[in-house]
């Protein structure tokens, strides 16, 4: 158990429609990152959160949106969407107390999103 | 981003020590070197990272090579419960997202 918890564990919609995928982190880390692991992307970084804070954008959409709230839980919201947005998204959470990059991630279990 | 370079797949005998090589020959000097590790149908998960020195810890050993360019994750033990993609990351204080590739898929025969 890492303990990162993500919630809903499957999550079945249809195109167009807009959905939230929840991040509860470790305690006491601060940074949350979010990644989307399709079949022919594999795991691709999207976002990353520091204390409330954006700090960095990788290969994110612009219908998709995160936010981290003051109790550090994070949410990632995907809107219209479409087929090729099936896929798994993770959240992780560090410390990352002094930024170096020397803190690992902690992988919650993900969430599996299934477009029809 | 300083790419890695790892083998697609390996095979290892249960209880037989495994090396997973990577290279990773354009790394900086405040790159650290992880390891990941993705069982199936679960999230990745942490086993090893360091900067210069080799390093170990309860899951597995990390050896890292004099010049930095390349780096051994050693599995002292193979078990069922390793077969697993492992993955080699870079991660600098600038970049502190990680950047999978495609990772060295471990088969462990029993």
């Known amino acids: 158990d890492s303990g990162v918890t993500q919630t809903p564990k499957h999550l079945i919609t249809a195109t167009g429609q807009r959905v939230t995928l929840r991040c509860s982190p470790r305690s006491g880390d601060l940074s949350v990152y979010w990644y989307q692991q399709s079949l022919d992307q594999g795991l691709q970084f999207l976002i990353h959160?520091?204390?409330?804070?954006?700090?960095a954008k990788g290969n994110i959409l612009e219908r998709f949106s995160a936010q981290q709230f003051p109790d550090l839980h994070s949410e990632l919201n995907l809107s219209s969407l479409e087929l090729g947005d099936s896929a798994l998204y993770f959240c992780?959470?560090?410390?990352?107390?002094?930024?170096?990059?020397?803190?690992?991630?902690?992988f919650g279990d993900g969430t599996r999103l299934s477009i029809l | 981003d300083a790419k890695t370079t790892q083998p697609n797949s390996m095979e290892s005998n249960e209880e037989e020590p495994v090396h997973l090589p990577c290279n990773h020959s354009?790394?900086?000097?405040?790159?650290?070197i992880h390891w990941y590790r993705q069982l199936p149908s679960q999230g990745p998960e942490y086993v090893i990272h360091g900067l210069t020195s080799n390093v170990n810890n309860r899951m597995a050993s990390l050896a890292i090579a004099e010049d930095r360019k390349s780096s051994t994750l050693i599995l002292h033990r193979a078990t069922l419960r390793d077969a697993a993609v492992y993955y080699c990351i870079l991660s600098s204080g600038s970049a502190r997202q990680l950047t999978f590739g495609s990772g060295t898929q471990l088969t462990v025969l029993p």
């Open positions: 992780a959470s560090s410390v990352d107390p002094r930024g170096t990059g020397d803190q690992p991630q902690h």
């Open positions: 959160y520091y204390n409330g804070e954006e700090r």
């Open positions: 354009t790394i900086s000097g405040t790159d650290y």
